[in-house]
């Protein structure tokens, strides 16, 4: 089946009760056994629950993989990926990675003893130098948030296979339906589900996918046993928010186009980040690993924060809030917000400054989203 089908039917209608057509929330957290040695498949919720199963099906298919775990938030999931390794190990990772991820990794898990570098990850070369005889991990997230830095997932995989070490792809940015870092080597995906794949602004979540058994079985221990997988109800929202992820996708991007090419020729506007954009850099690569350019965007305003600031306050359909991939557009400021648990070198080293505006193309009608956005640059 073709991927929109897969993403309506995988995993959902099976309600063998009375055969409804989408998939029941079962809000138990405890499920009663026939006898003393079996039950029905599940036995309590920490550890499994129809309706998160339905969604973990749904997922690995999308995905391609051999399973999937859905978790609470998108950070749960990095933090059972990273469970994978122990104190000692080195992970190197891309210096302009999500800030929260990046906290998580900088702060919290090197105390707790990983080692990790930030690197470049567009210049291969970086890359191949930072291993160490520790390294055991690549942390790829293309594209990266907020610049629009593309990795070449397949050219990392190989490096990686080379030298034994585990790719991890947190393919949040594109979703499944844009990109499939399975087919291109990577070894685990993991996603905020809050994002796309959920669409609708109106849940958090995240989901570890595993393409091997060996790493699926370790995945599946680690949410059980720390106890991070998603609510019923969270998964219900997701699987619902899954099924109409290829039409939103497409809208998103049209929408996207629509916007950068306004921002391009705006007198006001000193750089768009887009990959669909020719200009940019890797616009070649975006071509080759991805199935369209998405539509998250940055662009640098002409001048500084006052600048910048007139525009949050002159948009009246963009709304001013972080996270991204939801349906309707948001546009927020990365050294206030989103990267704001970065330090300000960090920051400065990744090229996020004062100047930048991240946004989030959401699929109402391409028009409005250029017409508001214009206004509000025309200051
Ligand atoms: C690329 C990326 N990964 C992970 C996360 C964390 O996800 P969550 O907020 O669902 O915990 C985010 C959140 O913005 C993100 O943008």
Same mark, same amino acid.
């Given at each position: 089946?073709?991927?929109?089908?897969?993403?309506?039917?995988?995993?959902? =209608?099976?309600?063998?009760?009375?055969?409804?057509?989408?998939?029941?929330?079962?809000?138990?957290?405890?499920?009663?056994?026939?006898?003393?040695?079996?039950?029905?498949? %599940? =036995?309590?919720?920490?550890?499994?629950?129809?309706?998160? /199963?339905?969604?973990?099906?749904?997922?690995?298919?999308?995905?391609?993989?051999?399973?999937?775990?859905?978790?609470?938030?998108?950070?749960?999931?990095?933090?059972?990926?990273?469970?994978?390794?122990?104190?000692?190990?080195?992970?190197?990772?891309?210096?302009?990675?999500?800030?929260?991820?990046?906290?998580?990794?900088?702060?919290?898990?090197?105390?707790?003893?990983?080692? %990790?570098?930030?690197?470049?990850?567009?210049?291969?070369?970086?890359?191949?130098?930072?291993?160490?005889?520790?390294?055991?991990?690549?942390?790829?997230?293309?594209?990266?948030?907020?610049?629009?830095?593309?990795?070449?997932?397949? !050219?990392?995989?190989?490096?990686?296979?080379?030298?034994?070490?585990?790719?991890?792809? +947190?393919?949040?940015?594109? /979703?499944?339906?844009?990109?499939?870092?399975?087919?291109?080597?990577? =070894?685990?995906?993991?996603?905020?589900?809050?994002?796309?794949?959920?669409?609708?602004?109106?849940?958090?979540?995240?989901?570890?996918?595993?393409?091997?058994?060996?790493?699926?079985?370790?995945?599946?221990?680690?949410?059980?046993?720390?106890?991070?997988?998603?609510?019923?109800?969270?998964?219900?929202?997701?699987?619902?928010?899954?099924?109409?992820?290829?039409?939103?996708?497409?809208?998103?991007?049209?929408?996207?186009?629509?916007?950068?090419?306004?921002?391009?020729?705006?007198?006001?506007?000193?750089?768009?980040?887009?990959?669909?954009?020719?200009?940019?850099?890797?616009?070649?690569?975006?071509?080759?690993?991805?199935?369209?350019?998405? !539509?998250?965007?940055?662009? +640098?305003?002409?001048?500084?924060?006052?600048?910048?600031?007139?525009?949050? =306050?002159?948009?009246?359909?963009?709304?001013?809030?972080? /996270?991204?991939?939801?349906?309707?557009?948001?546009?927020?400021?990365?050294?206030?917000? /989103?990267?704001?648990?970065?330090?300000?070198?960090?920051?400065?080293?990744?090229?996020?400054?004062?100047?930048?505006?991240?946004?989030?193309?959401?699929?109402?009608?391409?028009?409005?989203?250029?017409?508001?956005?214009?206004?509000?640059?025309?200051?």
């Amino acid at each position: 089946m073709k991927f929109e089908t897969r993403s309506v039917h995988v995993g959902v =209608d099976k309600d063998s009760a009375y055969n409804s057509a989408t998939t029941p929330i079962y809000p138990t957290s405890t499920f009663v056994w026939d006898n003393l040695t079996s039950n029905r498949g %599940f =036995d309590y919720t920490r550890s499994g629950n129809p309706t998160r /199963s339905a969604l973990e099906e749904n997922i690995t298919s999308l995905e391609g993989g051999y399973q999937c775990r859905a978790t609470s938030t998108g950070m749960s999931a990095i933090v059972t990926a990273l469970q994978l390794f122990k104190p000692g190990d080195h992970i190197i990772a891309g210096d302009d990675i999500y800030g929260g991820t990046y906290r998580l990794f900088s702060d919290v898990f090197t105390r707790m003893g990983l080692k %990790f570098t930030f690197v470049k990850m567009r210049e291969l070369a970086r890359v191949e130098a930072a291993i160490t005889p520790e390294t055991k991990c690549i942390w790829i997230e293309t594209p990266s948030n907020p610049l629009m830095n593309l990795v070449d997932i397949e !050219a990392i995989s190989a490096l990686a296979n080379k030298s034994d070490l585990i790719t991890i792809a +947190d393919n949040t940015f594109m /979703s499944p339906y844009l990109q499939r870092p399975f087919e291109m080597g990577v =070894d685990v995906v993991v996603h905020s589900t809050t994002k796309y794949l959920n669409g609708h602004s109106d849940v958090v979540g995240g989901c570890v996918v595993s393409r091997e058994k060996e790493i699926a079985e370790k995945v599946a221990y680690t949410v059980n046993a720390m106890g991070l997988g998603c609510s019923p109800f969270d998964a219900w929202l997701v699987l619902r928010g899954i099924k109409t992820l290829g039409p939103r996708m497409e809208a998103h991007q049209r929408a996207a186009q629509a916007v950068v090419e306004m921002l391009s020729g705006h007198a006001n506007v000193e750089h768009v980040y887009y990959p669909g954009l020719e200009s940019h850099p890797q616009h070649e690569l975006a071509k080759k690993q991805q199935h369209g350019f998405g !539509a998250m965007l940055s662009f +640098d305003v002409k001048g500084g924060r006052p600048e910048a600031e007139k525009v949050f =306050d002159r948009s009246e359909l963009f709304l001013l809030a972080e /996270s991204l991939g939801g349906v309707e557009s948001l546009m927020e400021y990365p050294e206030t917000m /989103s990267h704001a648990s970065m330090t300000l070198d960090a920051r400065r080293e990744a090229g996020i400054t004062e100047k930048t505006i991240r946004v989030s193309i959401g699929i109402e009608h391409p028009d409005d989203l250029v017409s508001d956005l214009k206004q509000a640059l025309d200051f």
